[in-house]
């Protein structure tokens, strides 16, 4: 009833649904995001964040809370925070390359370096056909005026040639298909070959796609760069 209320907009009957039920399932962790979510979109993120804290202590492999708990901290411009909950999604998710590389990117914002490169290393190591983490460390290496900075550049270009044949070989393999059946490549195929090409690059992962270009304020900073220990969190 709560949801079907939600929907229709009638937010405070929702609220006082949501309130009644949790009064006699107060451990559900399913209806304290829910709670958080209704109130989030009425505009209050500081009441909300109390409700996802529940949700996330009793249902903490929830992906959906621990999102808006690391949307809310990077939004609020504390990726310290933020770490704890990227860590926990990359656990719940361990196919799903950005979590790690968003636990990288919150060390960044911290002044983190060197706790920064050595995830971006260890991801690297699992995903070495990863073409952002390949950039991003090719980046914190010139930031850091590191000389791996050249083994990067060079695998990043092995990599993308690598991509390129492969898209290759399977465009001349749907070509191929194309001759056997004896008939001519229609548009709607060549959207679909198309379309083939701007996946390839993502296929390999399950993932939403990082800005690269947007970095301001990310890889660099005022001044010198401080070196932090490296402490496994």
Not at 32 to 39: K, N
Not at 192 to 209: E, L, S, W, Y
Request: proline share 3%; charged share 30%; aromatic share 10%.
């Amino acid at each position: 009833m709560a949801k079907i209320l939600q929907e229709t907009q009638d937010f405070d009957q929702a609220k006082s649904w949501y309130l009644q039920a949790l009064s006699s399932h107060r451990t559900d962790g399913h209806l304290h995001r829910r709670l958080g979510e209704l109130i989030d979109s009425q505009g209050d993120k500081s009441e909300a964040l109390q409700y996802y804290f529940d949700a996330y202590r009793h249902s903490p492999c929830d992906i959906q809370t621990l999102e808006w708990l690391v949307s809310y901290y990077i939004e609020k411009q504390y990726p310290e925070k933020a770490i704890e909950f990227c860590m926990q999604a990359a656990l719940v998710k361990p196919e799903e390359i950005k979590w790690n590389l968003m636990v990288a990117s919150c060390y960044r914002r911290t002044g983190n370096y060197a706790a920064a490169l050595d995830k971006y290393k260890w991801i690297h190591q699992r995903f070495p056909d990863d073409i952002d983490c390949i950039q991003f460390l090719i980046k914190i290496c010139i930031d850091l005026g590191l000389p791996d900075r050249e083994v990067y550049e060079n695998e990043l270009k092995k990599v993308t040639k690598m991509k390129e044949i492969e898209f290759q070989r399977k465009t001349s393999a749907n070509k191929s298909q194309h001759i056997v059946k004896g008939h001519k490549i229609s548009s709607a195929e060549r959207d679909v070959a198309v379309n083939t090409r701007n996946q390839i690059f993502d296929d390999h992962r399950k993932r939403t796609p990082i800005n690269l270009d947007n970095t301001e304020g990310v890889f660099s900073q005022q001044g010198p760069i401080t070196m932090h220990p490296y402490v496994d969190q």
